[in-house]
């Protein structure tokens, strides 16, 4: 058996700039050094881009499913129909269908092991509602089909910063309400979890943002800060997650505080990711961390008013299939490292005799 990671990659919406950043990417041959990738999509669609925009792509081998990809080439297993024709540019329900199409195989095939990894292209989710998707973005879709029940944390990432956000597609309007000292404790503990196993990280060190301007101003605006959120940060001490704050976030960002922090929480989509992608829009990535499988994404859109055009950048798509890899192989480690922890050493009381236990479990 291969010990090649197999990365399962959705074309996302036909429409947007997803084939152009996945063909440029396969474009590199060390892609297939470091894993087999698998495209879940269509060959006419890609075909179709790769002649527009002249790219030097490899052939991309027609598989029935991910379990036929072989090693040292780029694989695409058809998921929608050769009447499917791409419109770089419009929004439409056909690439609605289509980018649902390839998400549920990949899901599919990544339940059944057949690929290691998830990257999933931009959607456009407003295309994609129907019967079978009612989500707002690829974050609750996955929780809620795929997770087992399992919390999803959204983190965007790259090799300076990692933000995590307590709420994630909610209306500002509801954003205060979602704020809880449960809320706020669980996250952290899935951001704690994720960045020791996924991240390689010791021990982490979290900072959690504020909700209001000023972190309330000692409660002139608002008293979040002082009744929910720094009681969560002190109950997540006491269970030996090392947070800290809260930190109004435009300071935070603004004097670089960031650094010296291992994850942050946000409270909010815009109060994390506008900072985040004001610095890393071209090398960050969004991770799913949380549930049992993993998932990774660029952190940008489907670009309809570049796509087609040959101007995608596809410094993002790369980034996240490399993030993919690392965190694959980190939790390999990991998972190896604590499978079978020897018991702890103990002292009996009186004795000067140290009874060692190396039965394992």
């Known amino acids: 058996m291969s010990d090649k990671i197999k990365v399962g990659i959705t074309h996302g919406d036909i429409n947007g700039v997803g084939y152009e950043t996945i063909l440029k990417v396969l474009e590199d041959p060390r892609i297939t050094e470091l894993c087999t990738p698998v495209i879940y999509g269509s060959a006419k669609i890609a075909a179709q881009y790769r002649k527009s925009l002249e790219l030097q792509t490899p052939q991309l081998h027609q598989v029935a499913s991910a379990a036929d990809a072989k090693d040292d080439t780029c694989s695409i297993v058809n998921v929608v129909g050769e009447d499917v024709r791409a419109e770089p540019g419009v929004a439409s329900a056909e690439a609605g269908k289509a980018a649902l199409a390839a998400l549920e195989a990949a899901v599919t095939d990544l339940r059944a092991g057949d690929i290691d990894v998830l990257v999933t292209a931009p959607i456009d989710k407003n295309s994609i509602q129907g019967e079978s998707f009612r989500f707002t973005g690829h974050t609750e879709y996955?929780?809620?089909?795929?997770?087992?029940?399992?919390?999803?944390?959204?983190?965007?990432?790259?090799?300076?910063?990692?933000?995590?956000?307590?709420?994630?597609?909610?209306?500002?309007?509801?954003?205060?309400?979602?704020?809880?000292?449960?809320?706020?404790?669980?996250?952290?503990?899935?951001?704690?979890?994720?960045?020791?196993?996924?991240?390689?990280?010791?021990?982490?060190?979290?900072?959690?943002?504020?909700?209001?301007?000023?972190?309330?101003?000692?409660?002139?605006?608002?008293?979040?800060?002082?009744?929910?959120?720094?009681?969560?940060?002190?109950?997540?001490?006491?269970?030996?997650?090392?947070?800290?704050?809260?930190?109004?976030?435009?300071?935070?960002?603004?004097?670089?505080?960031?650094?010296?922090?291992?994850?942050?929480?946000?409270?909010?989509?815009?109060?994390?990711?506008?900072?985040?992608?004001?610095?890393?829009?071209?090398?960050?990535?969004n991770f799913t961390a949380g549930l049992p499988f993993i998932r990774t994404s660029p952190d940008h859109g489907t670009g309809y008013d570049i796509a087609g055009r040959g101007e995608a950048s596809p410094d993002s798509m790369r980034s996240a299939i490399y993030a993919a890899i690392d965190i694959c192989r980190n939790r390999r480690a990991h998972d190896e490292a604590y499978r079978s922890p020897l018991r702890r050493q103990y002292h009996d009381k009186g004795s000067d005799n140290v009874k060692l236990d190396l039965s394992g479990d």
């Not at 709420?167 to 979602?178: D, K």
């Not at 608002?222 to 959120?229: A, N, Q, V």
């Open 142 to 285: 996955l929780e809620a089909s795929a997770g087992e029940g399992a919390r999803a944390l959204m983190v965007l990432c790259n090799d300076t910063m990692r933000v995590a956000l307590l709420s994630t597609h909610l209306p500002l309007a509801r954003v205060a309400e979602s704020v809880t000292r449960e809320e706020i404790l669980a996250k952290l503990r899935i951001f704690d979890a994720s960045l020791r196993r996924d991240f390689g990280i010791r021990a982490p060190r979290i900072a959690v943002l504020s909700l209001n301007p000023h972190a309330g101003d000692g409660g002139l605006l608002g008293t979040e800060e002082s009744e929910i959120i720094a009681p969560a940060i002190a109950e997540a001490r006491e269970a030996k997650i090392m947070a800290f704050g809260p930190y109004a976030a435009d300071g935070f960002f603004g004097a670089g505080r960031f650094v010296k922090f291992d994850g942050i929480l946000a409270m909010y989509h815009d109060q994390g990711l506008a900072p985040f992608k004001a610095m890393a829009m071209d090398s960050g990535i």
